[in-house]
């Protein structure tokens, strides 16, 4: 999956006003801060293993080209920060100092499930018990197959449809709720609120 695919996704799943909102919401994304903390984590792994390597063949004239010639500490880097060991040390970290962000650093490790089953053997792919293993699944490559591509980004606007739908549901069955006049307040003439029930006969 691609950066920007990976920041937006990590928002719609692991933030207030996405689905980890639930029908509740998070009150306007663009105020709400787990939107994000939760896009900076969906493409947190990334950041971390090539936004230095990738500076740096910025500030040498890109030499070569970066994906081909990606090795040494930043894959060692790369497979840590693809980890689901590492993931898990960091949500937990997080969960402790601080709890109210914590649904939103899920956004790590579900960069790293996306990853697992769209990079395939090779140099990218996402050995997801690393450094314990060296394993992954010999999967497709994302990069390679441009109806993959157009299958996720089509289903993120699909995501936020649905939901979208199933909020208003809610506030229309809220809106539509009968209050019960039998426990509604009034207010006596000295302005004292007064509980109406119903007498026994």
């Keep these: 999956m691609d950066f920007f695919a990976h920041a937006l996704y990590g928002a719609t799943l692991c933030s207030r006003s996405g689905m980890a909102g639930s029908r509740q919401g998070g009150g306007g994304w663009q105020r709400d801060p787990t939107v994000w903390i939760a896009a900076l984590m969906?493409?947190?792994p990334d950041i971390v293993s090539m936004g230095g390597a990738f500076t740096l063949f910025v500030l040498r004239g890109m030499p070569?080209?970066?994906?081909?010639?990606?090795g040494g500490v930043a894959l060692t880097i790369y497979r840590c920060a693809h980890s689901l060991l590492f993931a898990a040390l960091l949500c937990g970290l997080v969960r402790r100092i601080a709890p109210r962000y914590f649904t939103a650093s899920l956004a790590w490790p579900l960069h790293i499930l996306l990853d697992a089953p769209t990079h395939?053997?090779?140099r990218f792919q996402t050995t997801l018990f690393y450094p314990l293993s060296g394993w992954g699944l010999d999967a497709i490559r994302w990069w390679e197959r441009p109806e993959v591509i157009l299958g996720y980004w089509l289903l993120l606007p699909i995501i936020w449809a649905l939901l979208s739908r199933w909020r208003a549901q809610r506030h229309l069955v809220g809106a539509a709720t009968p209050s019960n006049p039998m426990t509604s307040n009034k207010s006596?003439?000295?302005?004292?609120?007064?509980?109406c029930s119903r007498s026994a006969d």
């Excluded at 070569?64 to 990606?70: K, P, S, W």
């Design 42 to 44: 969906g493409i947190g």
């Design 64 to 70: 070569g080209h970066f994906f081909r010639d990606f």
């Design 120 to 122: 395939g053997a090779g």
């Design 188 to 195: 006596d003439m000295s302005g004292r609120p007064v509980r």
